[in-house]
């Protein structure tokens, strides 16, 4: 059986439906430390009764004294500063849930805005570090505005037309020549963070076909 796991972060909590979906038909759920407070606030409204998460993970820094006794049955604390908790959360997910098929990341952004940028770049992170492809695991982050994933080679999808798409990529090597965009981005050089932004998808069906191997982020809205 496959499985889909939610792992929701302490930034701004979901509040439109479709994360709030996920969070529903999810066969597990992760909290990063103190989103157990706003995932235990948020459960009723989204369950029709008051749940928990199936498991917290983090150092434990932003969780009050009380809750941790109260819910030491299910926090796994993780001391080392090294990395922070969506990827201690997502790291103990690929190595302790087995058929792993979806992991939607929830509440990464929308608070402070290092931490925002630190999450989603950590997407690009996840995909170098493990074969995600290979392992048949795809991953998503998912606010109230955006679905962000990271790409590693040519890829090509059905977004339908008119879909607003940005793409980021640190490596100012690479070159994407697109179809189905309405800007092609044939000629950009990453360079900045702007420079194959708000684009728009011409048609139902996008490729874009890299010039080597690399790394790059896809936000749609």
């Known amino acids: 059986m496959h499985k889909t796991v939610v792992i929701i972060c302490d930034g701004r909590f979901p509040k439109s439906d479709y994360p709030r979906y996920l969070i529903r038909c999810a066969d597990f759920v992760i909290c990063c430390d103190g989103a157990l407070q706003k995932f235990i606030r948020n459960s009723e409204a989204i369950f029709g009764e008051k749940k928990l998460p199936d498991v917290v993970v983090g150092d434990m820094d932003s969780l009050p004294q009380s809750l941790r006794k109260r819910h030491s049955d299910i926090i796994v604390q993780i001391d080392e500063q090294e990395h922070n908790d969506q990827t201690k959360a997502f790291r103990w997910a690929i190595e302790n849930i087995k058929d792993i098929s979806q992991i939607y990341i929830l509440g990464a952004t929308g608070e402070r805005e290092d931490h925002t940028i630190g999450n989603i770049s950590l997407l690009m992170e996840y995909a170098r570090t493990y074969d995600l492809e290979g ?11 955006a679905t962000i994933f990271a790409i590693t080679d040519t890829f090509e999808m059905d977004c339908g037309e008119g879909r607003r798409i940005s793409i980021f990529s640190p490596d100012n090597s690479l070159r994407i020549c697109s179809e189905g965009l309405e800007w092609p981005t044939d000629g950009v050089v990453f360079d900045n963070w702007w420079k194959a932004t708000l684009n728009r998808a011409s048609q139902d069906h996008i490729k874009l076909t890299f010039s080597h191997r690399s790394i790059a982020l896809i936000m749609m809205n």
């Open 135 to 145: 392992m048949g695991i795809n991953v998503e982050m998912v606010s109230d505005h």
